[in-house]
């Protein structure tokens, strides 16, 4: 049951941090066409966003209880602190942050603001690399289908 739960919680955290990256990525691509809608989008963006900065810290506190199997886990300080210190805990750190920056654009708009939620949807892909789940050869791909010309930005 503790496994569902914790996997159904990360789960439901990608599909909104992911969510949340792709309304910058929208409005830049197709913002200008949609001057009416802008706002209304933009209002999603940020509830997404919040959503998945909610259940990505709620996923981390909910990995101690799976990794022992109960919930009483969660309470567990030594096992929250080896989490946090792990490539998981930089990957969280990451995923967090890059969502913050997408809520305080949506939040108080600005001309840098589509600057840094662009940024900040673009911290979620380079998770992958922090805690394992990418080797070299996944990183080169992915920069290079990210590169606007089809060439890897990583030499090696």
Do not use: N
């Not at 990256?21 to 997404?48: C, E, K, N, T, Y």
Request: charged share 15%; net charge neutral.
């Amino acid at each position: 049951m503790v496994d569902f739960i914790a996997i159904s919680v990360r789960a439901l955290g990608f599909v909104a941090a992911l969510q949340a990256a792709g309304v910058p990525l929208f409005l830049w691509l197709f913002g200008d066409d949609l001057p009416s809608s802008m706002g209304a989008i933009q209002r999603l963006g940020a509830r997404v966003a919040i959503a998945g900065l909610l259940l990505t810290m709620a996923y981390q506190v909910l990995e101690p209880a799976r990794l022992t199997g109960e919930l009483v886990g969660v309470f567990d300080s030594s096992i929250q602190a080896l989490l946090l210190a792990s490539d998981l805990g930089t990957a969280t750190a990451v995923r967090v942050l890059g969502l913050a920056m997408v809520v305080l654009v949506w939040l108080k708009p600005s001309r840098f603001g589509a600057a840094a939620a662009l940024a900040g949807s673009g911290m979620g892909p380079h998770r992958g690399r922090l805690d394992g789940h990418c080797g070299h050869d996944c990183a080169v791909l992915a920069y290079a289908l990210r590169s606007p010309f089809g060439r890897s930005v990583e030499q090696g």
